[in-house]
């Protein structure tokens, strides 16, 4: 009976926010690791975002029961109710904040709850009414490299802010890419994405764009010296990687195979970004 409730959590999403919080704790640490306040602040994020995985899961059961992926989701099925589920979001978020506030800082949970609310509330509604909802749901999907960093620097600055727009523009091709790979799920849903009401061509414009934005803000990082030299050689790889696949697209003689293929390459940029921001402290 445990399983439906660690899968209301989606603990794919936690994992991937945990791999992006640490790259953002380990660059404010500059080689320095306090591994409490890590497990701390792993700890605190992840049951937050826990807690706001439940709470879209509530808010989504309507659309959830009209897309394949998604219909034998537990608050679909009847196999988790819905008092338990709220109960349930509740004393995750209760329990993340307090870790946050008790052994972080204040600004750290102020920017996680943030997070939970562009999340549960603003993704929420503009999921569901305006072609923008995935540009705002990108607003909580940045926040966790952020947490990571204000965890060790008890402050907001330039770093943090470009770790914020980072993963704002590694998301935007990365769940367009989903999109389309699930584009006939979205539109029986009735969701207004991108693919969906503008078209295919215009989303892979739109994804080659935000690439390219990624790969200038990334490089941000070396050129304001938070990171290192070869912290810009494997951003330019990465990029250049991402942005010649992303341009495959234009001649893709199937759109939903290579939506796969850019939605797996997403994952492996970012894990690989994320991995060399973490050891810049220790690379030339």
């Known amino acids: 009976m445990l399983k439906?409730?660690?899968?209301?959590?989606?603990?794919?999403?936690?994992?991937?926010?945990?791999?992006?919080?640490?790259?953002?704790?380990?660059?404010?640490s500059k080689g320095n690791i306090d591994f409490s306040l890590y497990i701390a602040m792993l700890g605190g994020l992840s049951l937050t975002i826990a807690s706001a995985c439940v709470f879209n899961n509530y808010i989504d059961r309507d659309i959830d029961s009209k897309m394949a992926r998604t219909?034998?989701?537990?608050?679909?099925?009847?196999?988790?109710?819905?008092?338990?589920?709220?109960?349930?979001?509740?004393i995750l978020g209760i329990i993340g904040a307090a870790l946050l506030a008790l052994f972080i800082n204040l600004i750290t949970l102020a920017i996680a709850l943030i997070g939970l609310?562009?999340?549960?509330?603003?993704?929420?509604?503009?999921?569901?009414h305006s072609v923008y909802g995935t540009l705002v749901g990108s607003?909580?999907?940045a926040v966790p490299p952020v947490v990571g960093?204000?965890?060790?620097?008890?402050?907001?600055?330039?770093?943090?802010?470009?770790?914020?727009?980072?993963?704002?523009?590694?998301?935007?091709?990365?769940f367009f890419a989903i999109a389309i790979y699930?584009?006939?799920d979205y539109r029986t849903a009735g969701i207004p994405v991108l693919p969906v009401k503008k078209g295919l061509l215009n989303t892979k414009i739109n994804m080659f764009v935000y690439i390219v934005a990624f790969i200038f803000t990334c490089l941000a990082l070396g050129i304001f010296g938070y990171t290192g030299f070869t912290y810009l050689l494997v951003v330019?790889?990465?990029?250049?990687?991402?942005?010649?696949?992303?341009?495959?697209?234009?001649?893709?003689?199937?759109?939903?195979?290579w939506a796969k293929k850019m939605f797996k390459s997403s994952l492996?940029?970012?894990?690989?970004?994320?991995?060399?921001?973490?050891?810049?402290?220790?690379?030339?």
């Open 4 to 28: 439906p409730y660690y899968l209301l959590a989606k603990p794919g999403i936690i994992r991937g926010n945990a791999i992006t919080a640490t790259a953002g704790f380990f660059l404010a």
């Open 71 to 90: 219909k034998k989701r537990a608050l679909v099925s009847g196999t988790i109710s819905v008092t338990s589920a709220l109960i349930y979001a509740l």
């Open 236 to 257: 330019l790889a990465l990029g250049f990687f991402w942005l010649r696949l992303g341009l495959q697209g234009f001649g893709a003689a199937d759109d939903r195979a």
């Open 182 to 184: 699930r584009f006939k």
């Open 117 to 128: 609310f562009f999340y549960v509330v603003a993704y929420g509604y503009f999921k569901r």
């Open 268 to 284: 492996l940029v970012i894990t690989l970004l994320s991995l060399t921001i973490s050891l810049d402290a220790w690379l030339p």
């Open 149 to 174: 960093y204000t965890s060790v620097s008890g402050s907001i600055d330039l770093a943090a802010a470009i770790l914020f727009l980072i993963l704002v523009m590694w998301q935007m091709p990365h």
């Open 139 to 141: 607003i909580s999907g």
